[in-house]
């Protein structure tokens, strides 16, 4: 496995951790918008830490940034899903 595959394949392993315990939390009782709602904030917490340390905070630029990191994230996700659903390509 060449270096994209094993960042790729890291990335997918820890989403599927997230995912496993996002489901874990529906088990318990917790709403699906509430669950999604703190997954967001938590990744927003943890992009703001990156670009701003503990201490920092997103400006306008910042937000812009992380705003079209997320989109990009979403767009490729979505392709993979459409994919996935429709190998065909029809519609």
């Known amino acids: 496995m060449n270096e994209p595959q094993e ?18 939390m529906q088990e318990k009782g917790e709403q699906p918008e509430i669950i999604n709602a703190a997954l967001m904030l938590a990744s927003g917490t943890y992009s703001t830490f990156l670009a701003a340390g503990n201490n920092g905070y ?5 937000i812009r940034k992380v705003t079209e990191a997320y989109r990009t994230n979403l767009e490729q996700l979505q392709k993979i899903k459409k994919a996935q659903l429709n190998p065909d390509g029809k519609a």
Do not use: P
Request: overall charge neutral; aromatic content about 4%.
């Open 7 to 24: 960042r790729d394949a890291r990335i997918m392993a820890m989403v599927q951790a997230f995912v496993d315990e996002a489901n874990r």
């Open 58 to 62: 997103l400006k306008e630029a910042g």
